[in-house]
């Protein structure tokens, strides 16, 4: 199943009811909330209030992304406030075993990304413990980047070894996702397409989000 994951990060906040109303009628899975501090990457977005609003405003799974520093403070705010599943970076998380057994023990799906120089070896400990993993596509911090040609190896390698362990993850690829380049990212072997600019950015919200859609399954 191919599931389409629009980042909030480029909505317009004044009107964030509406902009997520024109993602559902556009066939969007889930909604994507980008959490920066200023820190782990070089801007700062939104914390659990947004998150909270969101859940109030839609029945899509909420799916939250932590570039932060120490996410283990922050894990239970963020589910209180509606999380369904929770990334964590793995170039934060010194003890990702203890991360993911404490999403978990939250009650929510545990996820793990990794940025486009980590190699995917990290990962290797965590493989059957993971409901998700999120390729990055460009480098964390900001919306509307060019998508990193090379990553698309990366999902192909990885979709690879979950063949090879009959893992059972989710691919989630992340950066710079539009029209021309989300066919390719499929046939590598992506399950959850996140896309910011691309949908929010068009003025026709709903067609932007059913042309992707459709380019995907
Ligand atoms: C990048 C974020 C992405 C970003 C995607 O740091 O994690 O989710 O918002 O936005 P686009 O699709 O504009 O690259
Ligand atoms: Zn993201």
């Known amino acids: 199943m191919k599931l389409l994951a629009p980042s909030i ?4 906040f004044s009107n964030l009811r509406q902009q997520i109303r024109y993602t559902e009628l556009g066939g969007a899975d889930w909604i994507h909330c980008d959490i920066m501090d200023g820190k782990f990457v070089p801007n700062i977005s939104f914390g659990p209030s947004i998150v909270s609003a969101v859940k109030r ?9 932590l570039m932060i520093e120490n996410p283990d403070s922050y894990i239970e705010d963020f589910i209180n406030a509606g999380a369904d599943i929770i990334t964590v ?12 057994n404490l999403i978990k023990s939250l009650g929510a799906k545990a996820a793990v990304a990794v940025n486009p120089a980590t190699p995917l070896n990290s990962l290797d400990e965590i493989l059957d413990d993971v ?3 999120l390729l990055m596509s ?14 698309i190896k990366k999902i192909e390698q990885l979709s690879k070894i979950k063949k090879e362990n009959n893992n059972r993850f989710l691919i989630q690829v992340d950066g710079g996702i539009d029209k021309q380049n989300i066919s390719q990212v499929s046939n590598a072997g992506c399950d959850v397409f996140v896309a910011g600019s691309a949908i929010f950015k068009n003025e026709n919200i709903t067609a932007a989000s059913v042309e992707l859609k459709k380019l995907i399954t």
């Open 9 to 12: 990060l480029a909505a317009d």
């Open 57 to 65: 405003i839609t029945d899509l799974t909420i799916d939250v992304h």
């Open 89 to 100: 970076h793995q170039e934060e998380v010194v003890h990702l075993d203890r991360t993911l």
């Open 131 to 133: 409901d998700m993993i």
């Open 138 to 151: 460009v480098n964390p911090g900001f919306g509307g980047q060019n998508f990193i040609g090379k990553s």
